[in-house]
């Protein structure tokens, strides 16, 4: 009994079910964060890159380049 080593019962590292349930939803959680942080930088550094070209240049109804101050009038 001189060679044995006295054993000493640690906590498991992962817990229960229902940890590895919340772990797993805030994990997704985070992911979901970052992607939509992700968007909106790529959106705020170049905002007019996603957007169709026809609703902002289209539909001008006569007022082209150079008419918009007789159009106020």
């Known amino acids: 009994?001189?060679?044995e080593q006295p054993v000493?019962?640690?906590p498991p590292l992962v817990g229960n079910t229902?940890?590895?349930t919340a772990f797993a939803f805030v994990g997704l959680l985070m992911l979901f964060l970052v992607f939509l942080l992700v968007r909106c930088f790529r959106i705020l550094l170049d905002p007019?890159?996603?957007m169709p070209a026809s609703s902002w240049t289209d539909h001008k109804?006569?007022?082209e380049r150079g008419q918009f101050d007789y159009a106020l009038v």
């Open 61 to 63: 109804e006569g007022l």
């Open 18 to 20: 229902e940890q590895k």
């Open 48 to 50: 007019y890159s996603r």
């Open 1 to 3: 009994w001189l060679g």
């Open 8 to 10: 000493t019962s640690s």
